[in-house]
């Protein structure tokens, strides 16, 4: 952040602002600010410490920029748990000397860890870089291949309007290249049609409108000549508020949240789906085709949130009829510009009793997509359950995703899976997870259902990695064995030297992974995300965590149906058993040839991230126990051992913070996720430090 922004909140000068950042041991001020890439993560930072006109100060943004970040953003008002602390505004004072003093001796603490841990490495965003490099070559041809349709969404997309902004452009040539290299043949772009073709309903849209379909014609070449698709992500028509229908009642169905559904019973809504994804798809003939969410996210049709009944014309139809005229609408629009536009119809949050109408009134030509893991039965630390989220320690496909296929199939339409190949919400602040051994066990039983495509990301799991290429392994004429991809893929990747005691790394990680207390409570709510970046509090805060927000100390919240004891040993035994894979990777290291060397020290430092984040959660969750039970002693003795274990979980906290602050530092991808952008930067694990050892050492002082 620009020290002159911060004078400028502050109601002070650079000179001061420099001066104090100096004494508390922050880096000199860096030449590059982030802007929209970084705002998501200035936000969360600052949160609870700015009123809103201050934030947007900071920020450099109006009010309304804000509230459409809180609003449209991939659900960040509820991220921030659908609440804004009451903050004083904040003025600098010019420091009284025993002020000054402190702050130099905070400032020499955090030199002093940050000559323990070494120099630093990448700035933040360096990755962005590597992903802008031209390509060296074009990509193979393949021969045959099945699984025709493999794509996923941008590693670097950010919050934004980026076919407004060419800055902020998500599929660089370079990743677009590295992509097509790992057998990727499509990505995927979340647009409003609105804005895109706002026909006579947003006149309001159309000069902004004309670039943004100049922008994705250009997008959807220029990703074509690499081989790869540009898919559109509909969630339509968009709800709107009492402005719009004001101008126009007779449009207006279902509410909630302050907004009102477009009501698609509609003559007039009907040929604004149908006629806007003709125009947007005519504009730009490259596109490969779209899909569509027509069950929950945002509020679109009138059942797109289950409460279409309270409409009077949306009644009388049922929502099966409702859900499938908005998919077949758009298809057939996109069909009228561009015969060959793939309509991918994705189930997600139709109600069970849905589907087999929908399917029969969808036309011939769509595809079903139906996430593969969901539903699966799990037992974890003697706790039974079912998948209800995205996840890679259950492997798919469930009972809820083969019933759909079949259901499609027994009608014509060709079906495809929905998965996570990278990362979940089970951990999502590493570029990747390294089971690449789930991976192929899910990609072999999906070849068995003789599916058609494979949509291979939500906003979540986007980088080029190990895992993409075991996909590629099943997408040829021939399907190998599980152990076969793998050994490929291990003497490829790290040589044929290494290739042994690289597997057993990834056959261990497989095995620690399946002690992941999964719920989707859990990986919603808990604090993996942040792992030791998470601060301790000595005091309950009282909060409850956020979706993959503020974790908080949040207990009750991160373990979700789990008792507590399981739910801290079960991360206990994951961060064990991972850091046995982590050991075997180190011993195979030395055996990677050395044009492999810094890629395979790369993939090591993610995989020990991990298994920090991982045990940093069982501390954590140990931590609150511990001080629930100082709050609850009833002699010297039981203080005594509870404070005891706190302030070991202290110490422990210290010791993930340090070696992750080592790691992140070196590594800009660590703690990054496109929805979320940085979930913690080197600087919150040098906070963690100073924070853990504060509460330490008021443990420790006398009462």
Known sequence: MPS???????????????ALAEELGCDPERGKFFGERIALTVIRRNWH??????????????????????????????????????????????????ERARARRFGERVRAVKRECGPGGEERFAFLEEFAAAPAAPP???????????????????FGDCLLAPELDPYPDGYLAQLAAHGVNGVWLHVVLSKLAP????????????????????????????????????????????EFFARRPALRGVGGGGLSALCTSTDEVKRYLREGAREVFAAAPDLAGFFTITGSENLTHCYSHHGGDACPRCKERGAPAVVAEVNALLAEGA?????????????????????????????ARCRLQSVSEWSVPITRGGVASAVGEYSMSA?????????????AAARGLRTMAKVQVNNTWELSSVPFIPVPGNVAEHLARLRARNLSGLMLSWSLGGSPSINLRVVEKFT?????????????????????????????????????????????GVVYAGPQQLGPANLLYRQKTGYRATMTGFPYDDLDGWRAVYPADVFERQFR?????????????????????ASMRRAAERDLGVAEAIGLHFESVANQAAFVRARDSLAAAKDEAERRAAADAMRKLCDREIELARRLYVRASRDSRIGFEAANEYFYLPEDLLEKILNAEEIKAALTAPP
């Open 335 to 363: 069909w009228e510009a561009n015969p060959a536009a793939e309509a991918i119809v994705w189930d997600w949050g139709w109600a069970d009793a849905w589907v087999e109408p929908v399917v029969a009134r969808l036309p």
């Open 199 to 242: 026909g006579d309903l947003f006149p309001e849209e159309k000069d902004a409108a004309r670039k943004r379909l100049e922008n994705l014609r250009a997008l959807a070449a220029r990703a074509r000549r690499h081989g790869v698709g540009v898919y559109l992500y509909f969630n339509e028509p968009r709800s709107q508020g009492e």
């Open 573 to 593: 035994a994951l961060g064990a058993k991972w850091q046995d894979g982590v050991a075997a990777f180190a011993e195979a290291l030395p055996r990677v040839p």
């Open 4 to 18: 002159e922004r911060l004078a400028a909140v502050l109601g002070t000068d650079r000179a001061k602002v420099a």
């Open 140 to 158: 193979r041809p393949r021969a045959s291949e099945s699984l025709s349709i493999r794509f996923l969404y941008s590693y670097m997309a950010v």
């Open 476 to 520: 040829g004429e021939r399907v190998p064995s599980v152990g076969e991809a793998l050994r490929e893929v291990a003497e490829e990747t790290y040589g044929r030297e290494a290739a042994p005691g690289v597997c057993e790394a990834w056959r261990r990680f497989s095995a620690a992974f399946d002690e992941f207390p999964f719920h989707i």
């Open 395 to 407: 492997i798919g496909p469930g009972p809820r995703a083969t019933r759909h296929w079949e259901i």
């Open 49 to 98: 410490l700015l009123d809103y006109p201050q934030l947007l100060s900071l920020l450099g943004w109006t009010e309304k920029e804000l509230a459409d970040c809180l609003i449209e953003h991939d659900f960040f008002w509820i991220k921030l748990g659908s609440l804004k602390p009451r903050c004083a505004p904040l003025a600098y004072a010019e420091p009284t000397a025993e």
